[in-house]
């Protein structure tokens, strides 16, 4: 049995090659979209094609935050000293939160042009017809992103890293969005001009709801969200057979990023010794620490229990 502080969490890996998985998601990324905003902003101007192009806008604003992101990551891996006891992982927090502000202000971005394009076409504007060349750079983005998310999203899965897990769900929007200019590319094709804007728009909203999403995940984790109830009950699972253990008060969980710090108070029979009431903590300290993950420390109280 095992606790994970997010679903999608798996087994702790070594601090090391956490490290290295997270820097080189991140690396990969912000290359990427380097190549993705020069690529996606000309041809999409080029190519006459609204939604493209605020696939562009996107990619662009992805290269700034990828650059922040970068340092934030360098800033987490800092070791503990006396202000930050438990050391600086909540960066990692940090830097998902500026990932998911990017992402919703791009949406908001996006949507507007895309209807402020819809608006002047049904008040009968101009508007140039799509030069073919956009659906390519479209479905080139939608296989490299595509290969980005596979890659990034199990190293999301691997270092529980929120940063790392927040590029994964980027990655993925950005495939919704190529996808969606896919759509509108063909549509225009065959003379249906406002499928184009109308396939930013649907574009926005994905971005929209994906930004909310990172939000609301990384702010879990900076107000110290902790899984309260299933913790709680896995906990007085795993210690139900401790010899000495009479009885468990309470059970507190704050995180520091990836990793949970637990209080934990119990009862003991009055009449033992100060001596055999700590080889009883020191047994559900020693439990608790091999069993769950990303438990960085466990501090262990007892007291007499009330009658004995």
């Known amino acids: 049995m095992s606790s ?9 890996i070594d601090q090391s090659q956490r490290a290295q998985l997270s820097s080189r998601s991140v690396n990969l990324a912000l290359v990427a979209n380097i190549l993705l905003a020069l690529l996606k902003t000309t041809v999409g101007i080029y190519a006459h094609s609204s939604a493209l192009l605020a696939d562009g806008i996107n990619s662009t604003s992805d290269v700034v935050y990828n650059t922040a992101i970068a340092i934030f990551m360098r800033a987490s891996r800092k070791p503990a000293d006396d202000d930050h006891p438990y050391g600086h992982s909540q960066f990692e927090s940090i830097g998902a939160l500026v990932i998911a502000a990017f992402i919703i202000t791009a949406a908001f971005t996006i949507f507007w042009n895309s209807v402020q394009t819809m608006v002047d076409y049904l008040q009968g504007a101009e508007v140039e017809a799509v030069n073919p ?73 994905f971005f929209l709801m994906s930004g909310v999403e990172i939000l609301r995940d990384s702010t879990d984790i ?85 009658g004995s």
Not at 4 to 12: D, L, Q, R
Not at 153 to 165: C, D, E, L, R
Not at 184 to 196: E, H, I, P, S, V
Not at 222 to 233: A, I, R
């Open 133 to 205: 060349v956009a659906l390519y750079v479209a479905l080139f983005t939608i296989l490299l992103k595509g290969l980005l998310y596979i890659y990034t999203s199990k190293a999301g899965k691997k270092t529980n890293n929120p940063t790392v897990i927040a590029l994964s769900l980027d990655h993925r929007n950005d495939i919704f969005s190529a996808t969606a200019v896919v759509i509108g590319t063909l549509a225009a094709q065959f003379g249906y001009a406002w499928a184009d804007p109308l396939a930013g728009s649907v574009v926005a909203i």
């Open 222 to 306: 900076l107000m110290d969200t902790v899984p309260g109830q299933s913790l709680d009950q896995e906990v007085r699972a795993l210690l139900k057979d401790v010899p000495g253990l009479e009885g468990i008060e309470q059970i507190q969980a704050h995180r520091f990023g990836q990793y949970l710090v637990m209080n934990i108070t119990i009862f003991v029979c009055g009449d033992i010794k100060v001596r055999e009431g700590h080889e009883v903590a020191e047994e559900v300290e020693r439990r608790m620490m091999q069993t769950i993950d990303y438990l960085q420390a466990v501090h262990v109280h007892y007291h007499p229990k009330p």
């Open 4 to 12: 994970n502080i997010s679903e999608s969490a798996t087994k702790p």
